[in-house]
């Protein structure tokens, strides 16, 4: 166990250096557009281009790779994610940063199917859902603490600071996963067999299930800063206070849903996805009395990161024997959910309803719960389905 114990905390620990370069372009924009001579709306665009290259660069990724030993793969990606991130670490031009962004982004759907796939293979079966969470925890944590202390790295030191940082950290993940990640040998499914996996109808709609629910939340939490400043009169510094707060409670509860989907997958599931669609639907009467808001925020914080171990276990579960290619565009969904989250809620407070983004986002959760009845049909036995969710390995002890 407390090897398992070590595998775990070491790919957590590259899942957040790689989580943390996801968001982290976000705080340094304006430093970033004037020193590259383009507009803060133009450097936006160096987001856009991650989230493009997990979305559709994941996938192709993880085919390419299928048929190679799994931690000569981790390494490989941890390594590429390294070149990205020195690429945009050195980059003259915008357009080589672009390029940087896009090696990083490449690496990173692919590494964190990996890496949850090896979480579920080194635990004993009842303790999948934990497993998966804890490896999860790493982009909570990300988002907790990286990308803000990445930013004010930014500030001190100069944009290209934090991706100075983030390749060592990468370059520290790699020896790190040399040391202590088992051997294991490739896979022996086929690529079509991993195709074949993903184009079940289950499948499909798990995928479905997690891009709208998070979009829902993203239509919110995108715009959650004016929200709480224009709206319910908040000062910055305490925003800042109750980002942080949303952040813990992401983290509380990834890991509380990594024990629940233990016990009983699809009540997991449709818990969260119900609390989602309680929140979001109050939010906007909530947003308008200062400790209903912070009530909601903390509530909001605790089911936004709670549907990840659910969803992938479903995956999991529905996969079988060929489950990286399935999590890996499952993790391109979670991404592709907060695009059309982030696009239709600019959309919505351009047309002045920045109050109401929590009405919208509720519909999106409302469709991820009822499609979590078609991934999970009423009345299926889900006792103890980790011990069916986990690939066929002999746990690590």
Same mark, same amino acid.
């Given at each position: 166990?407390?090897?398992?114990?070590?595998?775990?905390?070491?790919?957590?620990?590259?899942?957040?250096?790689?989580?943390?370069?996801?968001?982290?372009?976000?705080? %340094?924009? *304006?430093?970033?557009?004037?020193?590259?001579?383009?507009?803060?709306?133009?450097?936006?665009?160096?987001? =856009?281009?991650?989230?493009?290259?997990?979305?559709?660069?994941?996938?192709?990724?993880?085919?390419?790779?299928?048929?190679?030993?799994?931690?000569?793969?981790?390494?490989?990606?941890?390594?590429?994610?390294?070149?990205?991130?020195?690429?945009?670490? #050195?980059?003259?031009?915008?357009?080589?940063? %672009?390029?940087?962004?896009?090696?990083?982004?490449?690496?990173?759907?692919?590494?964190?199917?990996?890496?949850?796939? =090896? +979480?579920?293979?080194?635990?004993?079966?009842? !303790?999948?859902?934990?497993?998966?969470?804890?490896?999860?925890?790493?982009?909570?944590?990300?988002?907790?603490?990286?990308?803000?202390?990445?930013?004010?790295?930014?500030?001190?030191?100069? #944009? !290209?600071?934090?991706?100075?940082? %983030?390749?060592?950290?990468?370059?520290?993940?790699?020896?790190?996963?040399?040391?202590?990640? *088992? !051997?294991?040998?490739?896979?022996?499914?086929?690529?079509?067999?991993?195709?074949?996996?993903?184009?079940?109808?289950?499948?499909?709609?798990?995928?479905?299930?997690?891009?709208?629910?998070?979009?829902?939340?993203?239509?919110?939490?995108?715009?959650?800063?004016?929200?709480?400043?224009?709206? =319910?009169?908040?000062?910055?510094?305490?925003?800042?206070?109750?980002?942080?707060?949303?952040?813990?409670?992401?983290?509380?509860?990834?890991?509380?849903?990594?024990?629940?989907?233990?016990?009983?997958?699809?009540?997991?599931?449709?818990?969260?996805?119900?609390?989602?669609?309680?929140?979001?639907?109050?939010?906007?009467?909530?947003?308008? #009395?200062?400790?209903?808001?912070?009530? +909601?925020?903390?509530?909001?914080?605790?089911? +936004?990161?709670?549907?990840?171990?659910?969803?992938?276990?479903?995956?999991?579960?529905?996969?079988?024997?060929?489950?990286?290619?399935?999590?890996?565009?499952?993790?391109?969904?979670?991404?592709?959910?907060?695009?059309?989250?982030?696009?239709?809620?600019?959309?919505?407070?351009? +047309?002045?309803?920045?109050? #109401?983004?929590?009405?919208?986002?509720?519909?999106?959760?409302?469709?991820?719960?009822?499609?979590?009845?078609?991934?999970?049909?009423?009345?299926?036995?889900?006792?103890?389905?980790?011990?069916?969710?986990? /690939?066929?390995?002999? /746990?690590?002890?």
């Amino acid at each position: 166990m407390r090897k398992s114990f070590v595998i775990l905390a070491a790919l957590c620990a590259s899942v957040f250096v790689v989580g943390t370069s996801e968001y982290l372009i976000a705080g %340094l924009l *304006p430093q970033m557009g004037g020193d590259l001579g383009v507009s803060v709306g133009t450097a936006g665009q160096a987001v =856009t281009a991650y989230a493009l290259g997990v979305v559709i660069g994941g996938p192709l990724v993880t085919i390419a790779t299928a048929r190679l030993p799994r931690k000569g793969v981790a390494l490989g990606l941890m390594l590429l994610f390294a070149a990205g991130s020195a690429l945009s670490a #050195w980059a003259p031009t915008f357009a080589a940063l %672009l390029a940087g962004r896009v090696v990083s982004s490449l690496s990173h759907a692919a590494f964190l199917a990996l890496a949850l796939v =090896t +979480a579920t293979q080194v635990v004993p079966a009842e !303790r999948v859902g934990r497993a998966v969470a804890a490896v999860a925890s790493g982009f909570t944590v990300a988002t907790l603490l990286g990308v803000p202390l990445g930013a004010l790295l930014g500030e001190r030191a100069g #944009w !290209r600071a934090p991706f100075v940082v %983030l390749t060592a950290l990468a370059l520290a993940g790699t020896a790190l996963l040399a040391v202590v990640m *088992p !051997r294991q040998a490739a896979q022996d499914t086929s690529i079509r067999e991993e195709l074949r996996v993903v184009a079940r109808r289950p499948v499909l709609v798990t995928v479905a299930t997690t891009a709208l629910g998070f979009a829902g939340v993203m239509l919110v939490f995108a715009y959650i800063a004016p929200l709480l400043t224009q709206v =319910t009169g908040f000062t910055a510094p305490v925003v800042s206070g109750l980002l942080l707060a949303y952040g813990a409670g992401s983290f509380a509860g990834n890991l509380a849903a990594g024990r629940l989907t233990d016990w009983s997958l699809s009540a997991t599931v449709r818990g969260v996805f119900g609390g989602l669609v309680g929140v979001l639907v109050v939010f906007p009467v909530a947003v308008a #009395w200062k400790p209903s808001a912070v009530v +909601a925020v903390l509530l909001l914080g605790l089911l +936004a990161t709670a549907t990840i171990a659910p969803l992938q276990g479903l995956i999991l579960k529905h996969a079988g024997a060929a489950p990286t290619l399935a999590v890996s565009v499952n993790v391109g969904a979670f991404n592709l959910g907060a695009a059309v989250g982030s696009a239709l809620g600019g959309a919505i407070v351009a +047309a002045g309803g920045l109050r #109401w983004t929590g009405l919208a986002g509720a519909l999106f959760s409302l469709l991820g719960l009822a499609l979590s009845y078609l991934a999970v049909p009423r009345g299926t036995s889900t006792a103890k389905p980790a011990a069916r969710m986990a /690939p066929e390995s002999a /746990p690590v002890s």
